[in-house]
Structure formats: C-alpha cells, structure tokens
C-alpha cells in the first residue's frame, strides 16, 4: 500500500485556497463565516475534535454553507512528544468527532503546526485520512499580529497557494493569541489583493 503523502498545492491553475486550522470557536468562526457568505467564497476548515464536541453546529454550519471540511486531531497535541499508539488514537478520535457533527466521511486532515514524519505517515495510511498542508503562512497565530501585517506577509500570494490561518487557538502559550480579530479583519484586504490577481478561491479536494 502506497503510503499517505501531505498534499500542499490546488491544482486547477488560477486558483488558491484560504483554510482555517484549530476551530471551530464560538466567537470568531461564526465571524469569518458571516465574512466568507458575504463574499460569496468558500474555504477549508481543519476542526479540533474536542473543540467540534462543545461546537457542533458550527461544522454543521461549515458542512451547509459549501465549506471544506477536515479533522486536525482530538486536542492538537504535540506531535512528536506521543507514542504512535497515542498518535493514532488522537487522529482517530478527531476524525470521529467531525464526522458524527457533519454527518458523513471526513477524509480530508492536517497535522498540527504542520509537522509530517514517518510515522505521521503510516498513521494516515492505516486511517485512510488525505494529508493536507500549506504553501503561504502569515503566521496569524503570533501574538501582537495585525491584519495590515497578515496581508502584507501574502504578497507571494499566487495560483496554487494554500493559505494557512486560524480562527481558534488551541492551547495559546500567550492568552493575546486567542483574540482572532486581526484575521478576521484581514480576510476582506486578503480576498481583495486576490481577486486583482485573478485568483479564485477554491475549497480544498482531493480524489
């Protein structure tokens, strides 16, 4: 069996994709959902199960609403402090959460902070999960960052990008870290700057 490989590019030439990692969260994700309708654009959102369990309408909202949707373990743990028992157990348990609050498969998954090993690997293939990561990080997730800071970090935005940002923290080492308002703020500018280069938004897929 060929083993799972993190994919970090769309493919259809003209496109980008803007994805969230570590929601959903009660107070921002209903934000940038409201943002994302009124722009009429899509995303991908890369959900924390034990954050999906307190949040369950929230991905049914994502699911409805035309969004992609993946799993990013149970509790976004340190990756490479657990055994791979634990380590499959975590990737286990958040993909079970996500599908039982959307109410079908949840293939799609991204590591947390995007780290990638061998073992990463073998756990994907023995879960059937589709690894994804990013091209474009403006490290929204920093304490102190600005949306005119996020938006200037994507001038490189170009067709193919995958955009890492977030609208929840998990376990935010600094509690300013959890206020996601400056990407909020920044989604507007940052779907601006696209459509000046003809990008189009795409929501993540994979065959």
């Not at 496109?15 to 654009?41: I, K, N």
């Not at 409805?64 to 402090?81: C, D, K, R």
């Not at 380590?87 to 959460?97: F, I, N, S, T, V």
Request: charged share 25%; net charge neutral; glycine share 10%.
């Amino acid at each position: 069996m060929r083993r799972a490989q993190p994919r970090h590019q769309v493919p259809e030439p003209g496109t980008f994709a803007l994805t969230f990692d570590d929601g959903p969260d009660e107070r921002f994700t209903p934000q940038v959902l409201d943002l994302l309708a009124e722009r009429g654009v899509p995303a991908t959102f890369f959900v924390v199960g034990r954050s999906v369990e307190k949040h369950p309408e929230l991905v049914r909202r994502i699911v409805a609403e035309g969004h992609g949707l993946g799993s990013h373990t149970w509790s976004h743990p340190e990756l490479l402090g657990l055994s791979f028992a634990q380590l499959l157990r975590e990737c286990r348990r958040g993909r079970r959460a996500v599908e039982r609050a959307a109410g079908r498969p949840v293939p799609d998954y991204r590591p947390p902070k995007g780290h990638w090993d061998g073992r990463g690997a073998t756990a994907a293939t023995a879960l059937g999960l589709r690894p994804w990561v990013w091209t474009q990080d403006p490290r929204d997730w920093e304490p102190g960052a600005s949306a005119e800071g996020i938006v200037a970090a994507l001038e490189g935005l170009g067709s193919g990008d995958v955009v890492l940002l977030h609208d929840g923290i998990q376990s935010a080492p600094d509690p300013a870290s959890a206020d996601r308002s400056a990407t909020v703020a920044a989604l507007g500018p940052l779907l601006d700057l696209a459509a000046a280069r003809d990008l189009r938004p795409v929501r993540l897929e994979a065959p």
